[in-house]
């Protein structure tokens, strides 16, 4: 298994919800990422997991609450979100971190839009 | 700050051209570089991966070269054709994080 699955691939949410977006992978990586990207825009880090542990928080604001409850699974809760906080989220992993092997893989994201 | 640099913002060429496609970085110290493809609406593929110790990676059609002394990669695709139309993305790795470029959108004219 070389990929990495996130779920819901759409989601629509107001801004009093609360919802999780769900990332998967079995390659055995210890470091998963989520990034949030813009229309026309590069994707933007937001946290890294390294051994489940948040290792980096780009000042996320406390809106976006990221857990990794197993090596294999990264998860973002999301409540209170604002309508600027549409854009297609996609979480990524690779075999170690630091390091020159460091390669990313990403999966096909999920498109959030906030009403 | 690391600032990654990619132009053209956009690039149309007719198919059978060869492509070179630029990437300049401003901090040389970095562990990795990465090439990376994205559909309209779609997730990152990675193309290549580039070590800070190699000079150049290949895989199919496509060649990825990396001088780190003058913080420039290049990405040459032999032969294009109408399915390469994507945008395709440079990545600098260092501490944990990729510093993306705006990518450069490519159109490949049948």
């Known amino acids: 298994d070389t990929e990495v699955t996130q779920t819901p691939k759409h989601l629509v949410m107001g801004m009093t919800n609360k919802k999780s977006l769900k990332c998967e992978q079995h390659?055995?990586?210890?470091?998963m990422y989520w990034y949030k990207q813009k229309a026309k825009k590069p994707p933007e880090l937001m946290f890294v997991?390294?051994?489940?542990?948040?290792?980096i928080n780009e000042s996320v604001p406390s809106r976006f609450s990221p857990e990794c409850p197993n090596s294999s699974l990264l998860n973002l809760h999301l409540h209170a979100l604002q309508p600027e906080d549409s854009a297609l989220y996609l979480c990524?992993?690779?075999?170690?971190?630091?390091?020159?092997?460091?390669?990313?893989?990403f999966g096909p994201g999920t498109r959030l839009t906030v009403l | 700050k690391q600032e990654v640099t990619q132009i053209p913002a956009a690039l149309s060429v007719p198919e059978g051209e060869n492509l070179v496609l630029n990437c300049s970085f401003t901090?040389?110290?970095?562990?990795?570089l990465q090439w990376f493809r994205q559909d309209p609406g779609k997730g990152l593929t990675s193309l290549l991966l580039?070590?800070?110790?190699?000079r150049e990676q290949t895989s199919g059609r496509l060649n990825a070269s990396l001088d780190k002394s003058s913080g420039r990669s290049t990405l040459y695709i032999a032969a294009s054709q109408p399915g390469d139309s994507a945008t395709y993305l440079c990545?600098?790795?260092?501490?944990?994080?990729?510093?993306f470029g705006k990518g450069i959108t490519l159109s490949v004219r049948p």
């Open positions: 901090d040389s110290a970095i562990y990795n």
């Open positions: 580039i070590q800070s110790s190699q």
């Open positions: 990545a600098v790795g260092a501490n944990s994080k990729l510093t």
């Open positions: 997991y390294s051994y489940e542990k948040l290792s």
């Open positions: 990524a992993s690779s075999l170690v971190t630091p390091s020159s092997y460091n390669e990313q893989f």
């Open positions: 390659m055995g990586h210890r470091a």
